[in-house]
């Protein structure tokens, strides 16, 4: 059941290992990496409580000792203060040059880790092992790292691949239901930005997926990072074509913005309201046909995700606040704003030629529906 993804960067290639199982066998898949029989392995509390023994034994099946840290699980682990704890705690470990470090958790772990293994001693290997859906099929793979500024998400951090991602899919068997969804709203915008084949599977499938069926989910998880690793081999550092990742995301980082990146929105879930928006604007603006949308729509609700405006708890700005937050996005090139728009499902395109108003008449209508 287990396939592997190859991405074939230029003298940093790597496989992304996706199956059931592969925390027990963390051990052999990681020997070949490594120079003595020793990693640091970086967690949060609660992906510790759930899972570090199965990988401790895994490693110790080869021979493997580990040493382990647990952060503070949460978006705020993602800031300077735990940084540099985790930098002088590998530090303490005599973690050197030819050394492995492990980030073990979800994008918050992924993104600290891969950063601090970026400067680490001008730069150390590190294996990714995602456990939550959106780390393994977005975060984890294409080598994007860092931790958020007052200023932003996301605003400090290099560009570091990973050596190895293993992408465990029993693991993602412990996500809460919620969790599970928001991260599978990352799955839907690989359908939408590039591969309609792919979201009619998905709307065949996606019930058993989200209901546990295991070949479906190494299926959804292999596919996703697929299409990402043909993106990313294509535009490593977003000079464009990665851009398309970003599909649903310049509404979904308004709406976070709106409610405080509260567990009142998830990423995955404003990603998800955010390419029904993209969806809605691309067809308003005669780029796709009116059915376009409403199919995006039917499928993220049929798969009881948060779809609308209406479905986000308490109160929101107006549509002119929400294009201001938008302005701020990290995207923002040159003051424009850009886009993501589709010219039907499968068929995304990036475009700062986005008149404003059109923007604003969606939000307005899409406020009014509350
Ligand atoms: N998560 C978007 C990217 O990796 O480019």
């Known amino acids: 059941m287990e396939k592997t993804v190859h991405v074939p960067l230029d003298g940093r290639a790597y496989d992304v290992v996706v199956g059931p199982g592969l925390l027990a066998q963390a051990g052999t898949r990681i020997a070949p990496l490594l120079r003595r029989r020793k990693v640091a392995v970086v967690t ?5 409580a759930l899972h570090l023994e199965t990988l ?11 040493e382990a840290l647990a952060l503070p699980p949460g978006e705020s682990t993602k800031r300077w203060p735990q940084f540099e704890r985790t930098v002088e705690w590998l530090l303490e470990q005599k973690v050197e040059r030819n050394d492995v470090v ?6 918050v772990i992924g993104d600290l880790v891969g950063f601090a293994a970026a400067v680490l001693r001008r730069g150390v290997r590190f294996v990714q092992i995602p456990t939550s859906l959106l780390a393994q099929v977005d975060s984890s793979v ?9 200023q932003g998400k996301n605003l400090i951090g290099a560009f570091h691949q990973p050596a190895l991602v293993l992408a465990d899919t029993e693991v993602l068997g412990t996500l809460t239901a919620r969790d599970f969804l928001a991260g599978y709203g990352e799955v839907v915008k690989y359908g939408l930005l590039g591969d309609s084949d792919f979201f009619d599977w998905l709307e065949t499938n996606g019930p ?8 479906t989910r190494v299926e959804a998880v292999a596919h996703s990072v697929q299409m990402k690793a043909d993106i990313v081999v294509r535009d490593e550092t977003e000079q464009g074509d990665r851009a398309l990742l970003n599909l649903g995301h310049t509404f979904c980082h308004a709406l976070e913005a709106a409610t405080g990146y509260s567990d009142r929105l998830f990423h995955g879930e404003g990603v998800a309201i955010g390419c029904a928006l993209a969806f809605e604007l691309s067809s308003r603006l005669g780029l796709c046909s009116q059915e376009d949308p409403s199919r995006v729509r039917a499928h993220i609700k049929a798969m009881g995700m948060k779809t609308d405006l ?13 294009v201001e937050l938008m302005g701020q ?5 040159d003051g424009q704003l850009r886009f993501i728009l589709a010219r039907g499902i499968g068929e995304a395109f990036v475009t700062a030629d986005v008149p404003k108003e059109a923007v604003l008449g969606v939000l307005k209508d899409a406020l009014a529906a509350r």
Do not use: H
Request: no cysteine; aromatic share 2%.
């Open 102 to 107: 492990i980030a073990f958790g979800g994008g």
């Open 56 to 66: 401790r034994a895994g490693l110790a099946s080869a021979g493997i000792e580990m």
């Open 208 to 215: 058993a997926l989200a209901a546990g069926d295991m070949a």
């Open 310 to 322: 209406a479905d986000i708890p308490g109160d929101l700005p107006s549509a002119e606040a929400l």
């Open 44 to 48: 949060d509390e609660n992906v510790s």
């Open 329 to 333: 996005d990290k995207k923002v090139v």
């Open 142 to 150: 294409g080598g994007k790292t860092g931790i958020n500024a007052p």
